[in-house]
């Protein structure tokens, strides 16, 4: 029909109370399509959702399972969330992750008594941790100095780096590292438990790090010169230099931080959780964290309640994978679903569609 | 008031004023309505546009001007309201559509083909006919072009050509594609003022072939020397719709303002010390090419030295390399210390007070995204000590800014993006101002301001004049130049032309500087 017309216009902004009630409809929409998908694959939907969240909240056990998810996923979309503040798009979280690791099992593994004398486990975790931190920096700069000072696509160069970073890791589990105990199966060995962070309320301590850098960053974007510059840089450069900022500088200093905190997100993944190195550390985590850190709209509070609940999905769909048999790449597009509607929902909060017929003359349409 | 003027400047809305009473005007707008958001950017707006005449859009900025004119070319949508072309009522629902109809828009920025030639351009995406043969093609643009005086060589690349053969070029392929309603943006920004004399030749022998014009425009001469009659609107209303000959320029400002100013600018005596000096200024882009070259002047305390020239000439270079953000050769002595090739930073950091108004004021200068507190700290923030950013200062001096210049909306913390173009000159302006500059470099400031904004800016300037600041002013308007300003320079392909006491030079005598003949 000719005089039917369907428009986008701007939202000037929308009340907190009106968002919250178009994200809870945006959820219950994503259940129902989601039970839709459930029952046509021969499911009965409610018991699998049921299913979703006793895996989930159903013990104490589930529940630390789900924290024990999402710590060093909230870590890595931390760290990305700082570079993009600046319109850096760090894509390179996985392989940060993958050095973090590497340089943290490094000390876990050969250099635990260093001097002659046998560290204390907290200092084993603390320079396992600097490591991680040193070595990401080091790897973040790469492409950041390339992008600063030839001006090179950082998005690119990191998203290349991550196949470099992952591959060093095999390399090592085949070769230097290769644990001589695992009789010819190509495995890097187990840390020793004082190379393992220790548990806090039954979790491994990550989710303390997490949350007490989701403090720190916040600070650190919001009151310190140096994120006031970094958000200078990212929305106008032109405007950076003409205030007297080291506009390149600035860069370097941003990419350093933000692959440095993904990178000790990949030491408390290795530490805390698979308590060894494999290729498999950053497992995707550093791709989610980019969804994770939009999401949130680069708020470090809001990244960390999304990882929780990208957590929760992950958990979730994993528990009712193995118990009622659904198959994995179900239990995927059940997840695909949900994030599909809560994603566009944050569509419509920044936009309003208006369907009307043409407008007779003289009068108004809305 | 005027005799002849049929609205008040407080009136609503005035009875229009039918030329032609027996004509069918070709093109009409009733009640054109569009809005943004909870922004009315048109408000009911009615107007006729008969064939024959010249009409000018006269408007503040955000008045609705443009929208108005995006909704008759196609590229916005009214909400409500209709638009009928030579009695009928059209949709028009994009710019072909507009073009099926005869109304062709003149951009401010060219939309032409730099490699190709003139006649390329004009025949571009045109269905041949069949049996069109190329020479029958030329033999209609040729006697389109004879017809209206448009002086083009059909075989010349557009990339060779000057700013004013593009437009022309522009007009013709306007002009050939069916036009009968053409609607031009600003055409003079970017001409000289014997280009602009030109134009208006142009324009003046379309109206006799019976074209029906609309320009835009913010310069009342223009308005004054061209138009049969100019509708004015004020804040997405239309206000009145007067005959030129029955008015005047004041009246037409108070329509457009809503309240009576005075257009005279002063030009206060000061007293004078040597400030600034500058050498053998020479400066290349990035690919070589010669921007500015060996451009010598000085600049006292207490003194504007205007800058005139076509946009392009090698203003934004001279600013820019006095500001620290162009190198270049030659020597910039500002209290007879060398300056030139040194970061903002280095030159800030020797106690240098510089302020710097650039001409694209979100390009650069201001952060669009962020609000007032957070550009006002852009310029000082370093000077705070620790690694933490303290807003307290900021904050309180953001809200004495939004309220001594009267920046509307009033509130310190919205991003400036949203603020209209004047009130973020006035951010700009009132920033750099409060440092206390002794020399101030200005471009184009009042570009794109409205009449009543742009008068606040000149004695801003003429108050920092008075205090003792050395102003280096860029600007386009002629009349404005010869004004405000104590002496004048004018650049030409990034020579200087000259330098000449604005009191006894006269605007042909600048236009033809502007055209690189030297005094």
């Given amino acids: 029909m000719r005089n039917y017309s369907i428009r986008m216009a701007q939202r000037e902004s929308m009340s907190p109370l009106r968002a919250a009630g178009l994200r809870v409809l945006a959820l219950v929409l994503a259940l129902m399509t989601g039970g839709l998908f459930i029952r046509l694959i021969g499911f009965p939907p409610l018991t699998i959702y049921a299913g979703m969240l006793r895996g989930v909240f159903g013990t104490a056990i589930s529940v630390r399972e789900t924290i024990k998810l999402a710590a060093p996923l909230c870590v890595t979309a931390l760290g990305l969330a700082v570079a993009f503040r600046m319109r850096y798009w760090n894509i390179g979280g996985e392989g940060q992750m993958c050095v973090g690791a590497i340089a943290a099992t490094y000390f876990a593994l050969y250099h635990q008594n260093l001097f002659g004398a046998v560290w204390p486990r907290w200092l084993l975790l603390v320079v396992m941790a600097l490591a991680a931190i040193i070595a990401g920096a080091l790897w973040g700069l790469i492409p950041a100095w390339f992008n600063a000072r030839h001006g090179t696509n950082e998005t690119l160069f990191t998203l290349m780096l991550n196949y470099v970073a992952m591959y060093i890791i095999q390399y090592l589990r085949e070769g230097p590292w290769k644990n001589p105990r695992d009789m010819g199966y190509p495995k890097i060995a187990m840390f020793p438990i004082d190379a393992q962070l220790p548990k806090v309320l039954g979790v491994h301590a990550g989710w303390i790090i997490a949350l007490a850098l989701v403090v720190i960053v916040s600070l650190y974007i919001r009151y310190t010169k140096q994120g006031f510059e970094l958000a200078v840089v990212g929305a106008n450069p032109n405007t950076a230099r003409y205030a007297g900022m080291p506009v390149r500088r600035v860069i370097l200093r941003t990419a350093a931080i933000s692959a440095a905190l993904c990178a000790l997100a990949g030491m408390i993944k290795a530490s805390g959780a698979d308590r060894t190195l494999t290729d498999g550390v950053a497992g995707g985590i550093g791709f989610t964290a980019i969804t994770v850190s ?47 509607f809560v994603l566009g929902s944050e569509f419509f909060t920044r936009y309003r569609i208006i369907i009307g017929r043409e407008s007779a003359y003289g009068e108004h349409s809305a | 008031m005027k005799t002849g003027i049929t609205a008040t400047a407080n009136g609503l809305h005035s009875e229009s004023v039918r030329p032609f009473l027996d004509v069918t005007p070709v093109l009409e707008l009733k009640r054109l309505t569009k809005t943004f958001g909870s922004l009315t950017a048109c408000d009911a707006i009615d107007a006729e546009l008969y064939p024959g005449e010249i009409l000018t859009l006269l408007g503040e900025n955000g008045s609705g001007k443009t929208t108005l004119m995006n909704m008759i070319t196609g590229l916005y949508r009214p909400d409500s309201g209709a638009i009928f072309v030579n009695g009928k009522r059209e949709d028009i629902r994009t710019p072909n559509d507009a073009r099926r109809l005869g109304v062709g828009m003149i951009h401010q920025h060219f939309k032409l083909v730099e490699p190709f030639t003139a006649q390329e351009n004009i025949i571009l995406g045109l269905p041949r006919q069949r049996g069109q043969s190329s020479s029958m093609v030329r033999a209609d643009v040729r006697a389109l072009s004879e017809r209206y005086g448009l002086d083009v ?121 040597p400030l600034l000096t500058v050498n053998n200024l020479t400066v290349r882009d990035a690919d070589g090419s010669l921007r ?59 106690g240098v007070r510089l302020g710097f108004i650039p001409e694209d004021r979100l390009g650069m200068g201001l952060v669009g995204s962020m609000n007032v507190v957070d550009n006002l700290l852009l310029r000082d923030y370093r000077l705070q000590r620790g690694p933490f950013l303290r807003r307290s200062g900021a904050m309180k001096r953001a809200a004495d800014l939004v309220d001594r210049l009267s920046i509307i909306p009033p509130e310190p913390l919205r991003p400036v993006g949203r603020l209209s173009g004047g009130n973020l000159q006035k951010v700009l302006l009132g920033r750099e101002l409060m440092s206390k500059p002794e020399l101030l470099v200005t471009s184009y400031v009042v570009r794109g301001l409205d009449v009543h904004s742009s008068y606040v800016i000149y004695d801003l300037l003429n108050e920092q004049k008075r205090a003792g600041v050395g102003a280096l002013f860029v600007g386009e308007d002629l009349d404005v130049l010869l004004e405000l300003c104590d002496r004048i320079m004018v650049l030409c392909g990034g020579r200087v032309s000259g330098i000449v006491e604005a009191k006894d030079a006269t605007r042909e005598m600048i236009g033809l500087m502007m055209t690189g003949v030297s005094r």
């Avoid at chain 2, 690349?157 to 522009?170: A, G, P």
């Avoid at chain 2, 009659?229 to 007067?242: D, E, K």
């Avoid at chain 2, 003194?303 to 050769?329: F, N, P, R, Y």
């Fill in chain 2, 292 to 350: 500015l070259s060996d451009a010598s002047f000085s600049l006292e305390s207490g003194e504007i030295l205007g800058v005139a020239g076509v946009a392009g000439s090698g203003q934004k270079q001279l600013c820019e390399a006095i500001a620290g953000l162009t190198a270049g050769s030659g020597e910039i002595l500002l209290h007879g210390r060398n300056i030139a090739g040194q970061s903002p930073r280095r030159i800030y950091d020797q």
């Fill in chain 2, 153 to 273: 060589e059909l075989d010349r690349r557009v990339s060779d050509m000057s700013v004013s053969q593009k437009q022309t070029v522009e007009i013709l392929k306007v002009l050939y594609r069916g036009a009968n309603i053409l609607i031009l943006d600003e055409p003079t920004a970017v001409l000289t003022p014997q280009e602009a004399d030109r134009l208006f030749d142009i324009l003046r022998r379309m109206r006799e072939g019976g074209a029906a014009i609309i320009m835009i425009t913010h310069k009342l001469n223009e308005v004054m020397a061209l138009s049969d009659r100019v509708a004015i609107l004020r804040q997405g209303r239309h206000v009145a719709t007067v005959r030129k000959d029955q008015t005047t320029p004041e009246a037409l400002t108070e329509f457009m303002v809503g309240q009576k100013i005075s257009l005279n600018i002063e030009r206060p005596k000061t007293a004078r010390k």
């Fill in chain 1, 294 to 340: 939009w999401l949130a709209n680069l708020s470090p509070p809001a990244i960390a309640v999304v990882a929780f609940l990208f957590g929760v999905l992950e958990k979730g769909a994993g528990y009712v994978q193995s118990t009622y048999r659904i198959s994995a790449s179900a239990a995927g597009v059940l997840q695909g679903v949900i994030l599909f």
